[in-house]
């Protein structure tokens, strides 16, 4: 079965852009969540979406969005990115319960100059 | 607001010798996960425990959920340079949390060969 996908690996943008950054779920999963990953605060919560729906959001500014497609896809925006958005995003794929097991993808890496 | 407590933060030893990392929090998990992380890669799921007193078994890794479900705690016996990496806990509060796991900050362990 294949593994948690993320696009890109990697990426850089200039203050003030946005990003958009996608995530594809093990098949049969239909539960994604978000996270954010610095040296200093860690891995954090961003959200999580079931069929569709955002179920659970954690502490980030409304900049933050995300959004899931029929098919599990889910793809997260960060809009007017700063300085302190530079991180490793990871989406964690799971069947959907609130104790499931989460699988990781690779994270992309994104960088804002 | 859920929080856990990983220690130590780093561990730098010597091939053959053994290793513990605690986790704790004053709050109840339902399940809480260990995790493995490589640098510019996602965690990689090691194991759950879901039980209050349970203890699971990976090879050399021993993984033990406490009876209250608070803690937890890794022990690797042997090290080897392979077992060098990023580990984390992530606790999983159940009920409406969906899909969201609150980390520790993460043991960065190093095993010389």
């Known amino acids: 079965k294949a593994g948690v996908t993320q696009t890109p690996r990697y990426l850089i943008k200039t203050r003030g852009q946005q990003v958009t950054l996608s995530c594809s779920p093990i098949s049969g999963h239909r539960s994604v969540s978000w996270y954010q990953q610095t040296p200093g605060q860690g891995l954090q919560f961003l959200f999580e979406?079931?069929?569709?729906?955002?179920?659970n959001k954690g502490n980030f500014p409304g900049r933050f969005s995300g959004r899931q497609f029929s098919n599990s896809r889910s793809e997260m925006n960060v809009s007017t990115l700063e300085l302190g958005d530079s991180a490793l995003y990871l989406c964690a794929s799971s069947l959907g319960g609130s104790s499931n097991e989460q699988f990781f993808g690779p994270g992309t890496r994104l960088t804002v100059l | 607001t859920q929080l856990l407590e990983q220690s130590p933060q780093f561990l730098s030893i010597q091939e053959g010798e053994n290793l513990t990392v605690y986790c704790n929090s004053s709050?109840?998990?339902?399940?809480l996960q260990w995790y493995r992380q490589e640098p510019g890669e996602g965690p990689v799921l090691l194991v759950t425990v879901v039980t209050g007193g349970e203890v699971k078994k990976l090879k050399r890794l021993t993984f033990q959920f406490g009876d209250a479900r608070k803690d937890s705690s890794l022990h690797i016996t042997a090290a080897q340079p392979g077992d060098t990496g990023l580990y984390l806990c992530?606790?999983?509060?159940?009920?409406?949390?969906?899909?969201?796991?609150?980390f520790g900050q993460g043991t960065i362990l190093t095993v010389h060969p």
């Open positions: 979406y079931f069929s569709e729906t955002q179920r």
């Open positions: 992530a606790g999983a509060a159940g009920g409406t949390s969906y899909g969201k796991l609150t």
């Open positions: 709050s109840v998990f339902s399940s």
